[in-house]
């Protein structure tokens, strides 16, 4: 059901690789680099709420190419149960900051619409979290995105999308709130999907 995320990454993929073996011939961790990306997302935050878009937009971008990479170093070096809590913990935080940054640096503006999205967000990250943690408790293996910590339900608004969605956002600031309604509809109809496809598959005992 994604737009275009798992497109985007079979043309990104053999980029990252490459660019992943040389950060990790200097001795450059997952880890540091899933935190650098953070920290470079909160400075991103930073230029929005002062309102330079186009610094914004760059680091934006700067801090999804970290994103992009610590997998990769992770999947060369080996993967840890830690990377993989991080990754997704501050990958919620990045894009929780994006859109609260907006709302802070035009608030009459932007709060309506910029607090729908936020919540929007909330409920999606919550059911896309519990239902992998329900679907591997049951032994499922399908879903997953390339090779993750853990199983990923795919959905109409991903990863790939959002970051579309925020380049939107700088590109065009003073369209927020429209962008921000449609996108947070489109969040919505994933979260509901989800939410179906849970009551099918997990409404059976674990033992039929």
Request: hydrophobic share 55%; glycine share 10%.
């Amino acid at each position: 059901m994604a737009m275009f995320d798992a497109r985007l990454r079979k043309t990104i993929d053999p980029v990252l690789e490459g660019l992943a073996r040389r950060v990790a011939s200097f001795g450059v961790g997952a880890n540091a680099v899933t935190w650098i990306g953070f920290a470079i997302g909160l400075c991103a935050a930073g230029a929005i709420y002062a309102h330079f878009y186009v610094l914004g937009l760059l680091l934006i971008l700067l801090s999804r190419l970290c994103d992009g990479l610590d997998g990769t170093i992770a999947r060369l070096n080996g993967k840890t149960d830690l990377g993989g809590y991080l990754d997704i913990v501050l990958d919620f935080g990045f894009y929780a900051i994006i859109p609260l940054a907006f709302i802070w640096a035009q608030p009459a503006e932007n709060w309506a619409a910029g607090s729908v999205l936020l919540t929007v967000f909330y409920l999606n990250g919550a059911s896309f979290l519990t239902y992998a943690l329900m679907a591997e408790k049951r032994g499922a293996t399908e879903g997953r995105r390339g090779s993750k910590s853990f199983l990923y339900s795919i959905g109409l608004a991903e990863a790939g999308e959002t970051l579309a969605v925020f380049v939107l956002f700088c590109l065009f600031p003073t369209w927020f709130s429209q962008i921000a309604y449609l996108f947070a509809a489109v969040v919505l109809l994933t979260t509901i999907i989800r939410f179906i496809q849970a009551y099918d598959e997990f409404g059976k005992p674990l033992n039929s």
